[in-house]
């Protein structure tokens, strides 16, 4: 029987791994949990021996000197988002298999971006505002459809995917800002590609790209600035993606919305102004967080793993090396 060692606290455990997660792992493998203890030495301890390191949030990065003596574990599930800050990459050119719940998490996103464009679309935030403060219906406020409209994204990430998923039955023309993503893929996804100013042209904007050099400042102050009147931004990537000061200049005289769960910096700090807003839908980087999504995550990887072990299959978790360099 495999070996596999759960390398992260037991609170976390009790976060991502369902009762039924539980029962498959006794049953496929022998065991070890981790304490409250991740110091490196016990991180180390527990992965000596094993074939396969199940982490989580929290995992303190793995030592490539796990790996030295070429008999580390064969696999890493990862039940969490990004292995960039857990692994080495070196350790993908010895064959390690590594998964990561990334796509998992990316259907909760997607559900997030949806939420939020129909919340703000129907002008939701504002309606409950006026309410609570003794009003009722607005003659000069009434809200949109998301149903027909031009929705424009930026990153054919697997949040994209998951969003792009969600938004079929609402018929929106769907176009796709992405250097990577070829005709064929596209089609594929029922989507069009296009160049960045033309995807931000659209009523809808939906952002999903990695935090590398070359997303950094994608969204400029010019760019915002040649938003069309009335646009709905939703940012749920990373904060350093878009010009967030020039973002909020124009929700705040109310010529744009924008629904943001990540911001630069993290936490951020802002005035009564952008508070009381109505037009902005502020959410502390909680896109991905829900409690199915999180009970999910340990059997999402797992069933990967198994099927690599048993098949050599590569399923949905797996993370390619061939895209390391523009990945998440």
């Not at 029987?1 to 009790?14: C, F, G, Q």
């Not at 596209?186 to 009523?203: K, M, N």
Request: net charge negative; glycine share 8%; with cysteine.
């Amino acid at each position: 029987m495999s070996k596999l060692a759960v390398v992260m606290t037991p609170e976390r455990a009790d976060d991502v791994c369902s009762p039924a997660t539980r029962a498959l792992l006794a049953d496929r493998f022998e065991v070890s949990w981790a304490g409250s203890d991740l110091s490196p030495q016990m991180v180390a301890d527990l992965a000596a021996g094993s074939d396969v390191v199940l982490t989580s949030w929290g995992t303190p990065p793995l030592d490539k000197a796990i790996w030295a003596d070429g008999n580390g574990p064969k696999a890493v599930a990862h039940a969490a988002g990004s292995v960039k800050k857990l692994i080495d990459p070196v350790i993908l050119e010895q064959g390690v298999a590594v998964f990561s719940a990334g796509t998992r998490i990316a259907w909760s996103v997607g559900e997030y971006c949806l939420a939020s464009m129909l919340t703000l679309a129907r002008r939701l935030p504002q309606f409950d505002q006026a309410l609570r403060q003794g009003g009722w219906k607005q003659s000069h406020l009434r809200g949109g459809e998301l149903a027909g409209q031009a929705v424009g994204i930026l990153g054919a990430s697997s949040t994209a995917r998951a969003l792009i998923t969600l938004l079929k039955p609402f018929g929106c023309d769907i176009v796709v800002y992405d250097p990577y993503l070829s005709a064929e893929r596209a089609a594929e996804l029922g989507v069009r590609t296009a160049g960045l100013e033309e995807a931000l042209q659209s009523r809808f904007v939906s952002i999903h790209v990695p935090d590398v050099p070359e997303t950094r400042g994608l969204v400029t102050r010019k760019l915002i600035e040649q938003l069309p009147d009335h646009a709905i931004v939703v940012n749920s990537s990373r904060g350093p993606a878009i010009d967030q000061q020039a973002l909020l200049e124009h929700c705040l005289d109310g010529r744009l919305f924008a629904a943001l769960d990540v911001y630069d910096p993290e936490p951020p700090k802002f005035g009564p102004d952008v508070l009381a807003a109505g037009n902005l839908l502020l959410t502390p980087h909680i896109a991905g967080d829900t409690v199915e999504g999180h009970l999910a995550l340990a059997g999402y990887v797992i069933d990967d793993v198994l099927r690599w072990l048993d098949d050599g299959v590569r399923g949905s978790s797996f993370v390619d090396p061939a895209v390391w360099p523009i990945a998440a």
